[in-house]
């Protein structure tokens, strides 16, 4: 190798790996998985219904009855399942394609809100909706970073 | 005022918390590998950092007032609202963590303040 290109490296950004099967199915996982967790807390908190904090012991009557509902730790387990699937998209995809794509989830939680618990979305609260997607596609189609690396264990 | 308490809690503790949790990594810095070796050390550093601590409460806390929030609205009203927290985050970067915010970033930030409000007036 001729010495002036002994030192290049490939230019970042320049590796256009493609997108494995997994990566989709896990973005996937994740825009059903967090909105259909939060869909169950919701479902959940309904089924308790009025919640009251104070005094003291109706606190823990309420914290008793929160977690003794069968669907609010299947919408925890869900929400679980959402992360480990955004941590391993993230571990096979760039933030910036990854983020995007999780922005869907706010038309999602609408849709099973309305399948699952029969709420009624008027077009106002769907155009917010929408609006609020496409707000949150831009935001996360910048640079994730802005700030100066440091490798673990240099404080 | 319930709504009102609800809300902020929601946005303010879990964007603070997320802040808290992202000035802690900050600290321990990035993980060299997905070895497990390499993985619980970077756990166990963070676990020693109170800015953890404090996020991982606030994350709790804004789990809680959630959880109150799905109590007497519809999810399809409460989880859209929860999107503010990208604007709470942009200012508490810009605030706290001194990180950059350009144009296009606060264009996404005024567009998630805009379908969120039109969420809210969905409401009645």
């Not at chain 1, 967090?34 to 009025?50: E, S, T």
């Not at chain 1, 609020?132 to 189609?141: K, N, Q, R, T, W």
């Not at chain 2, 997905?34 to 709790?60: N, Q, S």
């Amino acid at each position: 190798m001729p010495p002036q290109l002994a030192d290049q490296k490939p230019a970042v950004g320049t590796d256009h790996k493609p997108l494995h099967l997994k990566t989709f199915l896990m973005i996937l996982v994740m825009i059903v998985a967090g909105p259909f967790g939060n869909v169950l807390l919701g479902k959940g908190m309904k089924h308790i219904g009025p919640i009251a904090l104070w005094p003291v012991p109706e606190l823990f009557h309420t914290a008793l009855k929160v977690f003794s509902t069968p669907s609010i730790w299947l919408g925890i387990a869900s929400l679980i399942a959402f992360f480990i699937s955004y941590m391993l998209a993230l571990s096979w995809a760039d933030y910036s394609f990854v983020q995007p794509a999780s922005s869907l989830a706010y038309g999602v939680v609408a849709l099973l809100g309305y399948l699952m618990l029969g709420e009624r979305v008027s077009p106002l609260r769907w155009g917010g909706i929408a609006v609020i997607c496409l707000g949150v596609f831009v935001v996360s189609h910048t640079s994730p970073r802005t700030t100066a690396r440091k490798p673990a264990g240099q404080n | 005022m319930r709504d009102l308490i609800l809300f902020t809690l929601i946005v303010v503790a879990g964007t603070g918390g997320e802040l808290c949790v992202s000035r802690a990594m900050k600290v321990v810095g990035e993980a060299a590998g997905f070895h497990p070796a390499e993985i619980a050390r970077v756990v166990v550093r963070a676990l020693r950092e109170p800015w953890m601590w404090a996020g991982v409460g606030m994350m709790a806390l804004a789990f809680f007032a959630l959880l109150g929030a799905l109590s007497v609205y519809n999810v399809s009203f409460v989880v859209p609202v929860t999107a503010l927290s990208y604007v709470a985050g942009a200012f508490g970067g810009v605030v706290f963590l001194h990180e950059r915010v350009g144009p296009q970033r606060w264009l996404g930030v005024l567009l998630v303040a805009i379908g969120v409000t039109l969420v809210f007036l969905s409401k009645s």
